[in-house]
């Protein structure tokens, strides 16, 4: 079973940082960027319910409009991939019942034998905690995916940088997400750094552990 | 540079699942858990401001008071480590001086060349957008974290259960985390599956990809 080592674990996510500068003519070859696809696909979820969509922006001409909804923040045009991080809007219980029917399908067992799993999420879903509001715990949800998603390009030796400065009405109406109850939350641009990205080198700044990490 | 082969990775990820049944015997080693609380300490977030705690439960006594505090999950008890996830409250500007701090100091850059970057931040944790809440926003980066954290995991073979079934209050009182201003969100419990965790040997459950991924 091929794992990291903890001491490659650590050197993985050290080597990462919030690329600024890719290289735009190094393109991640495609048997690693279905790999990273499957990283979003296979992201756990609360409940499994995966409240999102993963839109991966090749056109140019669609780049081009983001890059403008973005801060005209360069990675946007010069990373070899992008991909917009979307909620599925106003999650309800009839999410809680699409979920079943796909257990149903997935695993082959009987729908009666999930009324309690059902019953727990559309009690969620249905009367959420006071304060709570669905698309705010739906957004935590993408950010699990996106977790995964830097971790698994590390893992591989992909460059990347999550990016939470765009301006998501402009995309969602660019991207035609609105229509589909679809919003855009954040965007994670991949690819590899540029030579002369002068972020790479720099220090990686982080509190001191015993700041972070409590022992009880 | 050690990485993962893109198959390997997708190997990792689909052998991840939500574990239900720790083995209660099998105790993650001490360089394995360090490298786990790296993949904390390494973690992304907005800005770089880290607004987070990672509080890691191996007193007996304190974690069956948790277990209380988590509708009597197993987990809490028997997964070889238990890691609270809790956020900073009420982050503020001051957050951004903080951290700014830290840059000068890690860095070694004169204080001067942030302002720019210090601005950003001030703006944004002192003016947030409208309808924008702090604790939510900084409990998305939380779930970061919590992505890398259980891909970290994936990648080093070992088990782990994300937990959102909590009692946060409760948390915060058995873990005094209210008065030093953090906020308990989730937890992770890692450890190693129980051999007869039937959950483990289910198919995972995922929406087809096309339902998923767009392509523009």
């Known amino acids: 079973m091929p794992t990291l080592s903890p001491r490659d ?3 993985r996510l050290s080597w990462r940082y919030a690329t600024k500068k890719f290289d735009p003519a190094k393109k991640i070859p495609p048997d690693v960027w279905a790999a990273l696809e499957q990283s979003l696909l296979l992201s756990p979820s609360s409940f499994g319910l995966q409240p999102w969509a993963f839109i991966v922006v090749n056109d140019r001409a669609t780049r081009e409009k983001l890059f403008a909804a973005s801060w005209n923040q360069p990675q946007i045009l010069a990373a070899s991939h992008l991909v917009v991080f979307a909620i599925r809007k106003n999650l309800k219980a009839a999410d ?6 796909r257990i149903v399908e997935v695993r ?3 729908r009666e034998s999930l009324e309690g799993y059902k019953g727990m999420m559309t009690g969620f879903l ?3 905690p006071a304060g709570f509001r ?3 715990w739906s957004a935590r949800q993408l950010y699990i995916a996106l977790g995964t998603f830097l971790t698994s390009c590390a893992a591989l030796g992909v460059d ?4 939470e400065g765009i301006q998501p009405a402009d995309y969602d109406r660019i991207l035609g997400l609105a229509k589909q109850g679809l919003g855009a939350v954040c ?8 030579a002369d990205d002068g972020y790479a080198s720099l220090a990686k700044v982080r509190y001191p ?3 972070i990490v409590q022992r009880v």
Chains 1, 2 share one sequence.
Do not use: F, H, S, W
């Open 160 to 163: 990347a940088c999550p990016m």
């Open 126 to 128: 249905g009367n959420p």
């Open 9 to 11: 674990l650590v050197e």
């Open 134 to 136: 669905i698309d705010d």
């Open 187 to 194: 965007v994670a641009t991949a690819g590899y750094r540029a």
């Open 108 to 110: 082959n067992v009987p």
């Open 209 to 211: 552990a015993e700041q």
């Open 96 to 101: 809680a019942e699409k979920l079943i029917d």
